[in-house]
């Protein structure tokens, strides 16, 4: 069992920098590859970036390539998500998972993820 809270959330003005936490419980966080989503008011929800637990290979949709950056500390357990040149949209509820494993085709997929955390808020103001 992985369990995930996400922490770091909260409203910044847009060109901002906001660095979102994702703390996970469990002994074998460090084999799991963890992604950021994100959903925003009627929308679906759509990934944002991933890293994997084997090399730390890391992805990200092309909406947030160059702005933002995941990376992992597996000793402190904790996954980040530093964001820069924040955009009013990306205003979204952003949500950290775990996955097993995956490949190429379903990265982006949220049924490939077996843990959720419960979200945190990002807010960029225009």
């Known amino acids: 069992q992985v369990q995930l809270v996400e922490s770091g959330g909260g409203l910044v003005q847009a060109g901002g920098s906001l660095r979102l936490s994702c703390a996970a419980s469990?002994?074998?966080?460090?084999?799991?590859?963890i992604a950021w989503f994100r959903q925003a008011p009627g929308k679906e929800r759509e990934f944002v970036a991933a890293i994997t637990w084997t090399l730390g290979s890391t992805y990200y949709a092309d909406s947030v390539k160059g702005r933002f950056t995941i990376s992992r500390d597996n000793a402190k357990n904790t996954v980040y998500l530093q964001m820069n040149s924040l955009k009013p949209e990306d205003t979204a509820l952003y949500y950290c998972?775990?996955?097993?494993?995956?490949?190429?085709?379903?990265?982006?997929?949220?049924?490939?993820?077996?843990?959720w955390g419960q979200g945190t808020q990002v807010t960029v103001s225009s």
């Open positions: 998972a775990a996955a097993a494993t995956f490949t190429g085709a379903t990265m982006k997929l949220s049924h490939a993820y077996d843990y």
């Open positions: 469990g002994r074998t966080f460090s084999r799991y590859h």
